[in-house]
């Protein structure tokens, strides 16, 4: 028998030992406050064709909602940070949300970490996918043949990930996790833009997807041990921080008067925290390097990311 007639790891969600975690499970504790997106094309194989066009970058901010998304195309990536470090707890410890719409429309993404937002590390993927055939553009993919590549869940369930798996990976601190990049997966067979899992066998998904919503479909990261300072359920509102790099003077967009903030570095420890005065804080004192800053007030809450020269 083939080892592609085998069902090896977890299968899809509400069947006994799946392992996808809803969007509203109590373990997440974060989600992403910054994404950067590199878009890939609608098709790899036709450069004619224009790159994916739906959805921004913000899309992928937040937590996850099924809808608001951002398309990566063929081989496009996106890299997310966030309000504190990611550390290797007990079980896994971030999960990663696309939007398929039913448990068999799975579009696959390779994930990798870093914890220093240069070198990062692709986690040991799988699939047992059959590859005597395309899967086509509207063929099915079965979770359980899936094993550590995200889009494995349907919308609103995240594909689970274990930094236990990177333990060993020389310059990798897996309990200081600065950013997750997704890798969108081209699934076709053709051996001229193939990509394989990390035992050498090809991956097999949805291709091709020539439209402007091809590719892996980000909606969302959401983080389960984490060094963040007092997160909540982001219910995100718009901030504007200004000048970013700053020297002396941080200022908050407009409407943010009299609420309260914290400032946390990259290490997840709180460094500064009041009511803002003016919509502006005073960063002269803090040392040159990268911080988050919280904020709950009258419109809402929300966090970013700032540069302290």
């Known amino acids: 028998m083939s080892i592609f007639a085998q069902r090896e790891f977890p299968p899809a969600v509400g069947q006994l030992g799946s392992t996808a975690i809803h969007k509203d499970s109590v373990v997440f504790k974060d989600w992403a406050a910054s994404c950067v997106v590199k878009r890939g ?47 290797d707890g007990p079980g896994p410890d971030f999960a990663v949300f696309e939007n398929a719409f039913n448990a068999t429309f ?6 990798e970490v870093s914890s220093d937002g240069i070198n990062f590390y692709r986690f040991p993927s799988e699939s ?79 291709y091709p997807t020539p439209f402007p919503s091809g590719g892996f479909d980000l909606d969302a990261i959401g983080v389960i041990h984490t060094t963040a300072v007092g997160l909540e359920e982001n219910k995100l509102s718009s901030i504007s921080l200004y000048p970013n790099p700053c020297s002396d003077v941080l200022n908050i967009g407009q409407g943010w008067n ?47 990311k700032f540069f302290k020269q």
């Not at 224009?50 to 899309?59: C, H, K, L, M």
């Open 258 to 304: 009299n609420a309260t903030y914290k400032l946390i570095n990259t290490k997840g420890n709180l460094v500064k925290e009041g009511i803002l005065n003016e919509e502006e804080i005073v960063v002269a004192d803090l040392a040159k390097g990268v911080y988050f800053i919280q904020i709950i007030g009258g419109k809402g809450k929300a966090h970013a």
């Open 106 to 111: 799975l579009e696959l993404a390779f994930v």
């Open 128 to 206: 047992l996918t059959d590859t005597t055939k395309e899967v086509g553009s509207f063929g099915s993919v079965y979770a359980y043949y899936v094993h550590n590549l995200a889009g494995k869940y349907q919308a609103n369930y995240g594909t689970p990930f274990d930094l236990d798996d990177l333990k060993d990976e020389v310059g990798l601190d897996v309990q200081n996790i600065t950013h997750i990049k997704i890798i969108d997966v081209v699934g076709t067979l053709d051996s001229a833009h193939v990509r394989r899992d990390s035992k050498g066998r090809k991956i097999n998904d949805q």
């Open 41 to 87: 094309m609608q098709d790899i194989a036709k450069p004619l064709l224009d790159t994916v066009s739906i959805g921004t970058s913000s899309n992928a901010l937040g937590k996850a909602d099924g809808s608001r998304i951002v398309s990566l195309g063929d081989a496009g990536e996106a890299i997310l940070s966030f309000s504190g470090n990611i550390y």
